[in-house]
């Protein structure tokens, strides 16, 4: 778990140890999927690459429309998907609803946290407690994604994909 420690940087919260989060989330995900640490972070570095290219402050870009609502060719503006699993911001959002299910699972546990501690932008965040937290929302979604396998599991539980 060293490697994931060494790449926490930016915010950190005074409400919890992201290091004591962390290691619960994957206590609890090797105990409820059936898999080992290594399996677990290859699952997480998988979702994350298909996402941001593992890239934790990643901030998607979207094209950029004309006031009709037409594509502008080669211009483009920040989306709301932001860091490893690219959760979008915006009340009721992924990242909205993975921040409670997070809160939810420490609370569960026993430890006090609260959603409007985490910042809503997961790019502003380090790797680390991006990883708690995604460990939680999946643990929540249901699925194992040991028996189901990461592609699956990412297309049914993970991904929006195109609304059209």
Do not use: C
Not at 4 to 15: E, H, R
Not at 22 to 42: F, N, T
Not at 107 to 136: W, Y
């Amino acid at each position: 778990m060293s490697e994931v420690k060494d790449k926490t940087i930016g915010w950190s919260s005074k409400n919890f140890d992201t290091n004591f989060a962390y290691d619960r989330m994957v206590s609890l995900a090797k105990k409820k999927w059936g898999m080992s640490e290594e399996e677990i972070e290859d699952f997480m570095n998988r979702v994350a690459y298909q996402e941001s290219k593992g890239d934790h402050q990643a901030i998607q870009k979207s094209n950029k429309k004309d006031e009709n609502g037409v594509v502008i060719p080669g211009e483009f503006v920040n989306g709301p998907g932001r860091g490893l699993f690219q959760y979008e911001m915006g009340d009721q959002q992924g990242g909205h609803v993975a921040r409670v299910r997070f809160a939810m699972t420490m609370n569960e546990e026993g430890f006090d946290s609260h959603i409007g501690s985490i910042p809503e932008d997961f790019s502003t965040m380090g790797a680390q407690l991006q990883k708690a937290i995604f460990l939680a929302d999946a643990m929540k979604k249901g699925g194992n994604p040991k028996e189901m396998g990461t592609q699956d599991w990412w297309i049914t539980k993970h991904w929006v994909g195109n609304k059209e």
